[in-house]
């Protein structure tokens, strides 16, 4: 499979009742851009860019950051790039970003709750996207936003820099990482233009386990039927309003997990690259039917270990 996998990996993820599903790379550096379009991958659908501020001193200027999102576009030849703001606190400091002690370091300033507190350091990020993207497709998102109130905040300074700088076909869309914003998704849906959903942290928020546990971590599994239904939730609200959503989390590659995303109806995996041409193999072998049925046994189980009971492995 996996040979056969790599001959087809930039075929489409087509299922055998013909509904494609892109299939999207994870990166943490642009310099694996190259990396990912040649192992197969529709886009990037999550770039994880606290690299950029981990490897300065200080918070990096514009030019900086501006030479690094250029080199995606440049190896991307118009393939859409999904860009995931700043997302760092917490457990994950900078040095130029002194926080105060937090008891609960996941449960206070992270993510856009941060970025929110210097709008000036988030405002060059979305300037520098802006410019790097000359036109190409770019697509912003941010991380742990828990309602509506957050996500139009940091919508503000993106209209701001976007009638500087004009980008054409610019979608502006929201993590769902903290439960509060799947169970308010049609609250959302009307203002995002995508979803994109990060099994981590919401398996994390769901079931209070925290994603690095030593000893819980086992239990942490995004097919707990729970965070199942937010999904389900998120998605239905995204469709009701023609957007689409994506899943980026580990999930999105967990090979048990595939039909029943698949059968949850959602557009868009975003896996590890060395991932993608397997997970475009494993859609290829299914019919959205029977992913279909796959989800709503998922969905009717308690746990989820009966739930990878029941499911089966591909
Ligand atoms: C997630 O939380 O699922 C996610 C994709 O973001 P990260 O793993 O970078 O927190
Ligand atoms: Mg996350």
Same mark, same amino acid.
């Given at each position: &499979?996996?040979?056969q996998a790599h ?8 299922? +055998?009742?013909?509904? +494609?599903?892109? @299939? ?6 642009t310099?694996?851009t190259?990396?990912? @379009?040649? %192992? ?5 659908g999550? *770039? ?6 981990m ?16 080199h995606?576009?440049?190896a991307l030849?118009? =393939?859409?790039?999904?860009a %995931? ?7 994950k400091? *900078?040095d ?5 002690h937090?008891?609960?370091?996941f ?6 709750? =941060?970025? $929110?507190? %210097?709008?000036d ?7 520098? $996207? #802006? ?11 941010f991380?742990? @936003?828990?309602? $509506? ?9 993106v209209?701001?820099?976007r ?12 993590m769902?990482e903290v439960?509060?914003?799947a169970?308010?998704?049609?609250t959302?849906?009307?203002e ?13 928020? +769901? $079931?209070?386990i925290?994603?690095?546990h030593?000893? #819980? ?5 995004? =097919?707990?039927?729970?965070v199942?239904?937010?999904? !389900? ?9 023609? !957007?689409?959503v ?13 039909? @029943?995303?698949?059968g949850?109806?959602?557009?868009e995996?975003?896996v ?11 859609? !290829?072998?299914?019919s !959205? ?7 709503? &046994?998922?969905?009717?189980?308690? +746990? ?11």
């Open positions: &499979l996996q040979a001959e087809c990996r930039n075929e489409p993820a087509t299922t +055998t009742d013909g509904h +494609t599903i892109d @299939v999207c790379a994870n990166l943490g550096n310099a694996h190259p990396d990912a @379009v040649d %192992r197969g991958a529709d886009g990037i999550l *770039l994880r860019t606290e690299f950029i501020f490897e300065h001193p200080e918070a990096p200027d514009l030019d900086t950051q501006v030479k690094e999102y250029r995606a576009f440049d030849n118009g =393939l859409p790039l999904v %995931r703001t700043l997302d760092v606190g917490g457990d400091p *900078l130029y970003w002194p926080l105060a937090e008891d609960n370091p449960l206070g300033l992270r993510g856009i709750r =941060l970025s $929110l507190t %210097r709008p350091i988030l405002e060059t990020q979305i300037r520098a $996207l #802006l410019t790097a993207s000359d036109n190409r497709p770019l697509r912003i998102m991380p742990m @936003v828990k309602d $509506l109130e957050e996500f139009r905040a940091a919508k503000a300074i209209e701001r820099v009638a500087e700088i004009p980008c054409q076909g610019l979608q502006v869309g929201v769902i439960p509060s914003c169970l308010l998704a049609h959302l849906a009307p995002v233009d995508f979803f994109s959903v990060g099994t981590n942290d919401l398996t994390q928020y +769901t $079931l209070a925290d994603r690095g030593g000893q #819980l971590s086992a239990q942490s599994d995004g =097919l707990h039927p729970s199942l239904q937010l999904i !389900r939730m998120t998605v239905k609200a995204a469709h009701a309003h023609h !957007r689409w994506g899943v980026c989390g580990e999930l999105a590659s967990d090979p048990q997990a595939i039909p @029943v995303l698949l949850l109806d959602v557009d995996l975003s590890t690259s060395r991932r993608v041409p397997l997970v475009k193999a494993c859609i !290829r072998g299914l !959205r039917e029977h992913a279909r049925g796959q989800a709503e &046994l998922a969905l009717s189980k308690a +746990t989820a270990a009966e739930v990878r009971d029941t499911l089966e492995v591909l």
